[in-house]
C-alpha cells in the first residue's frame, strides 16, 4: 500500500533504455535544480518486457534507474504495455498514464524537456486540460484530391461523438491549419490521470486499429498521439492556451528535442543550465554513456554547433537546421 501522498501534482515522464534514459537524467537534474521545495511527486513510468517488445528489453539501465531514486527522489512505476509496444513506441506516453492514482493532478512531459524555473508558477486549471502549443503543420498531410482538413478532422470529431464547430479557431481561415485544434504532445495536464489515460486510450486504439475512411492515406505514425490528443483534451472540456502564454516552452520548461537543436537554437540561458545541471561528477559519470551527452556537452561539440546559427535570425524550417547539424557531422542522438 503506497503511503499517503503529498499535495502537490504528480509530474510524469517515461523512462526507458536507450537515448530516454540518459534524458531522463538530465530532466530529473534540471526539474530538481528548478524546484527544490516542490511539493508532489516526480515519477518516471518505465515500460516493461513482454509479448508486445518481441525480443527487445525497453527497460533502463538498473544504474540510472537508482540513480534517479537516490540522487533526485523519482519513484520509478513499471507499467505492462497493453496496446502498443514496440509498433509505436510513442503509445508509450498513452499508457504510462496508467501508473499515477486516480484524482491526483498530473501533468507530463516528454523526457527531452529541460526545467529552467519553478512548476509552482504555472497556474493549472484541472478542469480545462490542456496541451503545448508550440506545434506546426504536421499532420493532416493534404494530398492534392484527398480530403482536406476540415473533412478529416470532422470524420474524428464525429467518430468519438464530439462537437466540431466549438473545437476551431474562427480568427484562422477554413482549410488553414491552425483553424483546428491540434497540440504537440510534448507535455499535457489533467485532473484524473485515469479518466484522461482512458480516452486517451481508447481514441487512439480506435483511431490505429480501424481509421475512418478519410485517414486511410494520412500517416499514422508517428502522429497518432498528436492525433488522439485534441479529441482528449476537447472531449474533458479543455482547449487552447489552457496556461499563459510563455511560461511552459518559455521560462518554466524546454522542450528541447535533441542536444544538437538544443545548441543550435535555444536561448543562452538553456544552454547555462544544461552546463550547471549536469557538470556534476556523479551525473556525468552516467551521461558518458550517451554519445550525443558526451560529445555535445563534454567535449565541446555543442559550442561548435552553437556557432553555426544566430539565434537572432533562425532558418524558419528546422528540416534546415537538421541538415546543417548533418553536413557538419554534429547530429548526434
Not at 133 to 156: C, D, F, H, N, S
Amino acid at each position: 500500500m503506497r503511503a499517503e501522498a503529498p499535495p502537490g501534482r504528480d509530474v510524469l515522464a517515461v523512462l526507458q533504455g536507450g537515448r530516454l534514459a540518459y534524458e531522463a537524467l538530465i530532466f530529473a537534474a534540471s526539474f530538481r535544480a528548478a524546484n527544490p521545495d516542490y511539493d508532489g511527486r516526480l515519477i518516471f513510468a518505465e515500460p516493461q518486457p513482454g509479448p508486445l517488445w518481441g525480443e527487445t528489453d525497453p527497460t533502463a539501465p538498473s544504474e540510472i534507474r537508482s540513480f534517479l531514486g537516490t540522487e533526485y527522489g523519482a519513484e520509478i512505476r513499471p507499467f505492462a504495455s497493453e496496446a502498443f509496444g514496440a509498433r509505436y513506441p510513442h503509445g508509450n506516453k498513452i499508457e504510462a498514464l496508467k501508473v499515477l492514482d486516480r484524482d491526483r493532478p498530473f501533468v507530463f512531459f516528454d523526457t527531452d524537456t529541460l526545467f529552467l524555473g519553478p512548476l509552482s508558477e504555472v497556474p493549472f486549471e484541472d478542469s480545462r486540460p490542456g496541451a503545448s502549443m508550440r506545434r506546426t503543420g504536421t499532420w493532416p498531410v493534404i494530398e492534392l484530391y484527398g480530403p482536406g482538413y476540415t473533412q478529416t478532422w470532422k470524420a474524428l470529431y464525429d467518430r468519438f461523438g464530439l462537437d466540431f464547430e466549438s473545437s476551431l479557431d474562427q480568427t484562422h481561415p477554413d482549410e488553414y491549419w491552425e483553424r483546428y485544434l491540434y497540440f504537440n504532445a510534448g507535455w499535457f495536464f489533467g485532473g484524473c490521470p485515469q479518466v484522461f489515460h482512458r480516452r486517451f486510450l481508447e481514441i487512439a486504439r480506435s483511431i490505429w486499429d480501424d481509421p475512418p475512411p478519410e485517414l486511410i492515406c494520412q500517416p499514422l505514425e508517428p502522429w497518432l498521439d498528436q492525433i488522439a490528443l485534441p479529441l482528449v483534451i476537447h472531449g474533458l472540456g479543455g482547449g487552447r492556451d489552457a496556461v499563459p502564454p510563455g511560461l511552459l516552452d518559455g521560462r518554466i520548461s524546454c522542450h528541447y528535442r535533441v542536444l544538437p537543436l538544443l545548441y543550435a537554437r535555444e536561448a543562452d540561458e538553456v544552454v547555462e543550465v544544461l552546463e550547471r545541471v549536469t557538470a556534476p561528477n556523479r551525473i556525468k559519470k552516467l551521461l558518458k554513456g550517451s554519445e550525443a551527452a558526451k560529445r555535445m556537452i563534454y567535449q565541446g561539440k555543442g559550442a561548435k554547433a552553437r556557432a553555426l546559427f544566430d539565434r537572432a535570425d533562425l532558418p524558419p524550417k528546422e528540416q534546415t537546421i537538421r541538415n546543417t547539424l548533418k553536413r557538419n557531422k554534429l547530429w548526434l542522438r
